[in-house]
C-alpha cells in the first residue's frame, strides 16, 4: 500500500481542417476612405482568439497597424462563408481566406499609389501603414491618403475577397477507394506527464504536464499558450475524470446534474511546462499550421502510460478512474498460470507469499 | 422588496423565495451573471453581497434584502476597466468568458478583502469556480497580478508575448 511515481510520454501528429470533402473558409476585406480596414470573415471566435489572428494576418499581410483593423464576424447572414471552428482549421484554412483576400487588397491599395506616385506598382512596398517607393523611402504616399484617393478622386472601393478550399476528393465508383490530396499541414506534439499513483485508493495525481507543440508558426503566441494550458486541462479530464456514460452503451448511471460529471478544477492543476516549436508550413498564412484540436489528444495517453510506469498496469479504457485502477491492480495481484508457471507481481502482491525471495515467480510442479 | 444593485435601487415584484440570480437577469436585465449548474457547484452565478462573493443561484431574494449587491456591470467600463478587469485583458484569463464573471467578483473580494493574499490563498478564493477553457493558470496569473497592482489599464491591445512558454524556432541559434 503504496503511492508510486510514474512517467509517461505520448506523441501526437494533428493535419489541419477537414480533407476529402470540400471545406471552405472566405473572408472579405475593404477600406474605408480613411484608411482603415473593415474584414468581415466568418470564422467564429469561441474565446480561441480567432478574431483577433485573423485581424494580425490582414495587418501583416496589407503592412498597416493592427489597431486599424475592424474584424466584425457578427452577422452570420452577411459574413462570408465559412465551413465552422472545428478541425484546427481557423488558422490555416480561414487564416489563408483573410490573407488571400488582403493580398487582393494590397494589389489594389499598389496600384491607386502607383498613379499618385507615378511608380510601377512593382516598386512599392505597404510599410507600416505607408506605400513607400522601394529604395527611396522618401517617395511615399500613406494608406490613408491612398483610400481618400481611391474614393474621391477615382471612385473605387478598395476591396479583396478570399476563399480557401481543399477540393473535393475523388471517389473512384467501382471500389470506393477515395484519392485526394494529402493533409496540406501536420502539426506534432508530445506530451510527458509524471503522475503519482495509489495503489490503496486508485486515485491518480497529475503533478507536471511538459507539453511541445509544433504549430508552424504562432502568430500569436499567447493565444498559443491559452490553447496549450487549455487543452492540458481538457486532457487530464478526458484522460482521469470525464465520462457521460461510465457503462455505454447502457444508458444506466449518467449523470444527470452538474456535479455529477467531474470536469477538472482548480485544485487538479499541475505544473504546465510548455514548448512552442515553430517549424514552418509552405501553405499556412505566414507559415502557420494548427494549435486547435491536437492540444488536448496527448495528454490522456501519456497519463495511461505514466499510470503504467507507476503501478504496472494498462488502463485500456478512458478515463482511468480509480475504479479501473483498482480493478487492473487487483487483476494483476491475482497469481496467473502461465504454462508452468505461476506468475504473481512480487511488488503488488499481497495475496501471494514468495518462495523464491522476491524472483517474481514460482515454478509448479505440473 | 427593494433591491440595491451597483449602487442602484430597484424596486422588485419576483416573489421572495425567486433566486437572486433569476431577479438580476431576468428582472433587472444584468446577464453578467450566468446561469451555469444553478446548483452552487460552478461559480459562474457569483455576485459581490456586501462584498463578499456569494452563488445567486442559491440566494433566495428574502435573504439579501438591504444589502449591496454588485455584479460585474458595476464593476468597470469598455474604456475604463477595474484593476481585475484590466489583469484578465492583459493576461488572456478568459476565452468563452462564459466562467469570468465568477472569476471576475471572486478576484475582487480578494482584492479589497485581503490583497497581500498567497499563492494558496488565491488559489483558495478560486476553487469551486469552473473554468472549462484556459486551464485556470492564466485566470491565477491575472489575479495575483491585480493583486500585486501590476496592471495597465492604460494600454490598448494586449501584449502578443507568451508569459510561461518557451519558442524555438528549429535551426536558428538558441
Ligand atoms: S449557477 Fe450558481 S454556482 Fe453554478
Ligand atoms: S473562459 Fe470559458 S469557461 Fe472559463
Given at each position: 500500500?503504496?503511492k508510486?511515481?510514474?512517467r509517461?510520454?505520448?506523441?501526437?501528429?494533428?493535419?489541419t481542417?477537414?480533407?476529402?470533402?470540400?471545406?471552405?473558409?472566405?473572408?472579405?476585406?475593404?477600406l474605408k476612405?480613411?484608411?482603415?480596414?473593415?474584414?468581415?470573415?466568418?470564422?467564429?471566435?469561441?474565446?480561441?482568439g480567432s478574431?483577433?489572428?485573423?485581424?494580425?494576418?490582414?495587418a501583416?499581410?496589407?503592412?498597416?497597424?493592427?489597431?486599424w483593423?475592424?474584424?466584425?464576424?457578427?452577422n452570420?447572414d452577411s459574413?462570408?462563408?465559412?465551413?465552422?471552428?472545428?478541425?484546427?482549421?481557423?488558422?490555416?484554412?480561414?487564416?489563408?481566406?483573410?490573407?488571400f483576400a488582403?493580398?487582393?487588397?494590397?494589389?489594389?491599395?499598389?496600384?491607386?499609389?502607383?498613379?499618385?506616385?507615378?511608380?510601377?506598382?512593382?516598386?512599392?512596398?505597404?510599410?507600416?501603414?505607408?506605400?513607400?517607393?522601394?529604395?527611396?523611402?522618401d517617395?511615399?504616399?500613406?494608406?490613408p491618403?491612398?483610400?481618400?484617393?481611391?474614393t474621391?478622386?477615382y471612385g473605387?472601393?478598395?476591396?479583396g475577397?478570399?476563399?480557401?478550399?481543399k477540393?473535393?476528393a475523388?471517389?473512384?465508383?467501382?471500389?470506393?477507394s477515395?484519392?485526394?490530396?494529402?493533409?496540406?499541414?501536420?502539426?506534432?506534439?508530445?506530451?510527458?506527464?509524471?503522475?503519482?499513483?495509489?495503489?490503496?485508493?486508485?486515485?491518480?495525481?497529475?503533478e507536471?504536464?511538459?507539453?511541445v507543440?509544433?504549430?508552424?508558426r504562432a502568430?500569436?503566441?499567447?493565444l498559443?499558450?491559452g490553447?496549450i494550458?487549455g487543452g492540458?486541462?481538457?486532457?487530464?479530464?478526458?484522460?482521469?475524470?470525464?465520462?457521460?456514460?461510465?457503462y455505454?452503451?447502457?444508458?444506466?448511471?449518467?449523470?444527470?446534474?452538474?456535479?455529477?460529471?467531474?470536469?477538472?478544477?482548480?485544485?487538479d492543476?499541475?505544473?504546465?511546462?510548455?514548448?512552442?516549436?515553430e517549424?514552418p508550413?509552405?501553405?499556412?498564412?505566414?507559415g502557420?499550421?494548427a494549435i486547435?484540436e491536437?492540444?488536448?489528444?496527448?495528454?490522456?495517453?501519456?497519463?495511461?502510460?505514466?499510470?503504467?510506469?507507476a503501478?504496472g498496469?494498462?488502463?485500456?479504457?478512458?478515463p482511468?478512474?480509480?475504479e479501473?485502477?483498482?480493478?487492473?491492480?487487483d487483476a494483476?495481484r491475482?497469481?496467473r498460470?502461465e504454462?508452468?508457471?505461476?506468475?504473481?507481481?512480487?511488488e503488488?502482491?499481497?495475496?501471494?507469499?514468495?518462495?523464491t525471495?522476491g524472483?517474481?515467480?514460482?515454478?509448479?510442479?505440473? | 422588496?427593494?433591491?440595491?444593485?451597483?449602487?442602484?435601487?430597484?424596486?422588485?415584484?419576483?416573489?421572495?423565495l425567486a433566486s437572486?440570480l433569476?431577479?438580476?437577469?431576468?428582472e433587472?436585465?444584468?446577464t453578467?451573471?450566468k446561469?451555469?449548474?444553478?446548483?452552487?457547484g460552478c461559480g459562474?452565478?457569483?455576485?459581490?453581497?456586501?462584498?463578499?462573493?456569494?452563488?445567486s443561484?442559491l440566494?433566495?431574494?428574502?435573504?439579501?434584502?438591504?444589502?449591496?449587491?454588485?455584479?460585474v456591470?458595476?464593476?468597470?467600463a469598455?474604456?475604463?476597466?477595474?484593476?481585475?478587469?484590466?489583469?484578465?485583458?492583459?493576461?488572456?484569463?478568459?476565452?468563452?468568458g462564459?466562467?469570468t464573471?465568477g472569476f471576475?467578483?471572486?478576484?475582487t473580494?480578494?482584492?479589497?478583502?485581503?490583497?497581500g493574499?498567497?499563492?494558496?490563498?488565491v488559489?483558495?478564493?478560486l476553487?469551486g469556480h469552473?473554468?472549462r477553457c484556459?486551464?485556470?493558470?492564466k485566470i491565477?496569473?491575472?489575479?495575483?497580478?491585480?493583486?500585486h497592482?501590476?496592471?495597465?489599464?492604460?494600454?490598448?491591445e494586449?501584449?502578443?508575448?507568451?508569459?510561461?512558454t518557451?519558442v524555438?524556432?528549429?535551426g536558428?541559434p538558441?
Open positions: 500500500m503504496a508510486h511515481k510514474g509517461g510520454i505520448a506523441t501526437i501528429e494533428y493535419p481542417g477537414m480533407n476529402q470533402n470540400g471545406d471552405p473558409s472566405q473572408a472579405w476585406v475593404k476612405p480613411d484608411g482603415r480596414v473593415d474584414l468581415f470573415s466568418g470564422t467564429v471566435d469561441h474565446g480561441q478574431r483577433t489572428v485573423h485581424a494580425q494576418i490582414v501583416d499581410t496589407l503592412g498597416v497597424p493592427f489597431e483593423i475592424t474584424n466584425d464576424n457578427t452570420t459574413s462570408a462563408v465559412c465551413t465552422g471552428s472545428f478541425a484546427s482549421r481557423g488558422t490555416f484554412i480561414g487564416g489563408n481566406a483573410v490573407r488582403a493580398e487582393k487588397a494590397r494589389e489594389r491599395i499598389l496600384e491607386i499609389a502607383s498613379r499618385e506616385l507615378e511608380i510601377d506598382p512593382s516598386d512599392l512596398d505597404v510599410i507600416e501603414g505607408e506605400v513607400i517607393a522601394k529604395g527611396a523611402p517617395r511615399k504616399i500613406s494608406v491618403e491612398v483610400a481618400a484617393a481611391a474621391w478622386t473605387e472601393l478598395i476591396t475577397t478570399g476563399a480557401a478550399l477540393p473535393f475523388d471517389v473512384n465508383d467501382d471500389d470506393g477515395v484519392e485526394t490530396e494529402p493533409h496540406s499541414a501536420i502539426s506534432y506534439a508530445a506530451c510527458v506527464a509524471d503522475v503519482e499513483v495509489d495503489d490503496e485508493t486508485g486515485e491518480v495525481t497529475v507536471r504536464l511538459i507539453q507543440y509544433d504549430v508552424g502568430i500569436n503566441p499567447m498559443v499558450e490553447q494550458e492540458a486541462m481538457m486532457g487530464l479530464g478526458l484522460g482521469l475524470l470525464e465520462q457521460a456514460y461510465p455505454y452503451p447502457e444508458t444506466d448511471h449518467r449523470g444527470d446534474e452538474f456535479g455529477a460529471y467531474l470536469a477538472p478544477s482548480l485544485e492543476l499541475p505544473d504546465l511546462d510548455n514548448v512552442i516549436i517549424s508550413s509552405a501553405d499556412g498564412p505566414f502557420a499550421k486547435g491536437m492540444a488536448n489528444n496527448a495528454q490522456p495517453p501519456a497519463i495511461a502510460s505514466a499510470i503504467h510506469d503501478v498496469v494498462w488502463v485500456t479504457e478512458m482511468a478512474t480509480p479501473r485502477i483498482l480493478r487492473a491492480i494483476k491475482d497469481p498460470r504454462g508452468k508457471r505461476v506468475v504473481f507481481d512480487d503488488l502482491s499481497v495475496r501471494t507469499m514468495s518462495s525471495g524472483n517474481g515467480f514460482l515454478e509448479t510442479d505440473g | 422588496m427593494k433591491l440595491t444593485v451597483n449602487g442602484v435601487e430597484h424596486d422588485v415584484q419576483a416573489p421572495q437572486l433569476h431577479v438580476l437577469r431576468e433587472l436585465d444584468l453578467s451573471p446561469a451555469g449548474c444553478q446548483q452552487g459562474t452565478c457569483t455576485v459581490l453581497v456586501d462584498g463578499e462573493p456569494r452563488r443561484c440566494l433566495p431574494l428574502a435573504a439579501v434584502e438591504g444589502a449591496a449587491i454588485t455584479t456591470e458595476g464593476l468597470g469598455a474604456d475604463e476597466l477595474s484593476p481585475m478587469q484590466a489583469a484578465f485583458d492583459e493576461h488572456y484569463a478568459a476565452q468563452c462564459f466562467c464573471s471576475l467578483l471572486a478576484g473580494a480578494l482584492l479589497n478583502g485581503s490583497p493574499a498567497t499563492r494558496e490563498e488559489l483558495e478564493a476553487s469552473v473554468c484556459t486551464g485556470y493558470v491565477v496569473r491575472a489575479v495575483e497580478a491585480a493583486l497592482g501590476e496592471v495597465h489599464p492604460e494600454r490598448v494586449a501584449s502578443f508575448e507568451p508569459e510561461e518557451e524555438l524556432i528549429p536558428s538558441a
